[in-house]
């Protein structure tokens, strides 16, 4: 068996990266930035008022405290101008002058002070202060990014906020990476499709339709070239049509060491070399990783829990790095509702559990075909080679799913 760390090695080591396209900002969410973007001004590109008041010369507030304990200084301002977001005030304050100002608006010459609104009292042009403002209320220019800053680190996985703050540096384009195309192979003869009546011996295609739905989820194209049965002729025309128009094959079963199994055999007269076969994971120990040329396939067992384990371990992964991203993934830390043993420790395992405010109750989990329990899981417990018992209170980190 390849341990953990020889996979990762492995996997690490194919370096193959799409193309880039340049594309409208909102076609590119969810891709992967490809560009370094540097700010063309400050942002903002002037001081601004913080909210809406009354903007004023501090110096007219005066900063000494009388005998009272009231500030010497002005309490009374006239009002000369009233400037709204995206105004260009031509006023310039004087002594005892202020300018009302809307929150966004350019700061006038002058002041260095805006006063809110929930702290005056206006009658006709004049303003009246009611209450000490403690805070200036400016945004400064360049206080979010100086000019020839770097907008946002590349690569990275381009999301809504990242999109609002390249518009917000006027930027209409960008160059990401062409998408990774999947091509979706499913073996066997007792496959049917969804939909279809049931039949004695024979069983629904889920994996196909599991890791569809991972592409739907991640943005990318694929293709479903359906249930091929168990023969080797067969088998080798839908790998050929689906390395032809794809960048990355993911099939499912047909990797074990049975009769039937052509997986690899076939591969490897097409002229693929596998990397990897047998794997230290469970589930998921008959996994295969070949490639033929600048294109890939993995080979997942038919067992449905190993599809949903090793497209988030191994899969995902890969399709970023193809993409030119080398993706981070976070954990959840919390304490285990009961203890976990098992005998074997030669295998990474990954089992099913549910994390809530700190907790993690593992899912009653009857081995790899039990599909049902990821169903109801939103993450994975992880038990490292080596390890054959967590313990009940014992604090881990669990992988959200």
Do not use: W
């Amino acid at each position: 068996m390849i341990e953990p760390a020889r996979v990762a090695e492995i996997l690490n080591s194919y370096n193959y990266v799409t193309p880039t396209v340049r594309l409208p900002l909102l076609a590119a969410v969810g891709r992967v930035l490809r560009e370094e973007l540097r700010a063309e001004s400050d942002s903002p590109p002037f001081d601004k008022a913080a909210m809406d008041g009354y903007a004023l010369r501090s110096d007219d507030l005066g900063s000494d405290i009388d005998d009272s304990g009231s500030a010497v200084g002005l309490t009374e301002f006239s009002v000369i101008e009233c400037s709204g977001a995206g105004d260009v005030t031509q006023a310039e304050i004087g002594p005892g002058q202020c300018v009302q100002i809307m929150t966004g608006a350019m700061m006038p010459v002058g002041s260095d002070k805006v006063v809110r609104v929930e702290y005056t009292e206006r009658v006709g042009d004049r303003v009246r202060i009611t209450q000490s403002e403690p805070n200036i209320n400016i945004i400064y220019a360049g206080e979010n990014r100086k000019a020839g800053e770097p907008i946002l680190s590349v690569p990275c996985k381009l999301r809504p906020r990242d999109i609002a703050v390249l518009a917000s540096h006027g930027i209409a384009e960008v160059t990401v990476a062409e998408l990774v195309r999947v091509g979706i192979i499913s073996t066997g003869n007792e496959l049917l499709n969804p939909g279809e009546p049931a039949a004695t011996g024979k069983i629904y295609d889920s994996n196909a339709y599991q890791v569809a739905a991972y592409c739907v989820e991640l943005g990318l194209p694929y293709t479903n070239y359906g249930a091929v049965g168990d023969d080797p002729t067969d088998l080798r025309h839908a790998y050929e049509r689906a390395f032809a128009e794809n960048d990355l094959v993911i099939s499912s079963g047909g990797v074990s060491m049975g009769e039937f199994d052509y997986v690899p055999s076939v591969l490897r007269d097409m002229g693929a070399e596998v990397l990897f076969h047998t794997i230290a994971y469970k589930p998921g120990k008959s996994t295969l990783f070949a490639r033929l040329g600048d294109k890939c396939v993995f080979g997942l067992a038919g067992n449905p829990a190993a599809s949903v384990v090793l497209f988030r371990v191994l899969i995902e992964p890969t399709l970023y790095r193809m993409m030119g991203l080398d993706p981070q993934y976070f954990s959840f830390c919390g304490r285990l509702s009961e203890g976990i043993r098992r005998s074997g420790s030669r295998r990474k395992e990954y089992r099913p559990a549910f994390y809530n405010a700190g907790q993690i109750r593992l899912i009653r989990y009857g081995g790899s075909s039990h599909m049902d329990a990821f169903a109801e899981a939103n993450c994975v417990v992880e038990l490292d080679v080596g390890v054959t018992e967590l313990k009940a209170g014992e604090e881990i980190h669990v992988r959200p799913l």
